[in-house]
């Protein structure tokens, strides 16, 4: 697809500045200015929180992993 804008000048020299900073085709760099814009996030992007990441708890708590022993196996099916 062709899509074509007016820009104004002072936006155009900023832009042809840009590209030629990042040594990029002035088209690239549109590109990924309108990819950053509409971006769909991404996997990595859904990551948990760094709050969630970070958190360390109570420390009175007991620690998830202390309870593991008690886990019961999963159950496997019967192929045959």
Same mark, same amino acid.
């Given at each position: 697809?062709?899509? #074509?804008?007016?820009? @104004? +000048?002072? *936006?155009?020299?900023?832009? /042809?500045?840009? =590209?030629k900073? =990042?040594? $990029?085709? *002035?088209? #690239?760099?549109? /590109? %990924?200015? /309108?990819? %950053?814009?509409?971006?769909? @996030?991404? $996997?990595? =992007?859904?990551?948990? +929180? !760094?709050?969630?990441?970070? &958190? !360390?708890?109570?420390?009175?708590? @007991?620690?998830?992993?202390? &309870?593991?022993?008690?886990?019961? +196996? +999963?159950? !496997?099916?019967?192929?045959?």
């Amino acid at each position: 697809m062709q899509i #074509t804008i007016n820009l @104004p +000048p002072d *936006l155009e020299q900023d832009l /042809l500045q840009q =590209a030629k900073t =990042a040594n $990029v085709p *002035l088209q #690239t760099l549109i /590109l %990924q200015a /309108l990819c %950053q814009r509409i971006e769909i @996030p991404s $996997v990595s =992007a859904s990551q948990w +929180p !760094e709050a969630i990441l970070s &958190y !360390e708890g109570f420390s009175d708590f @007991p620690k998830f992993e202390s &309870y593991r022993d008690e886990l019961l +196996p +999963p159950c !496997e099916p019967e192929l045959f």
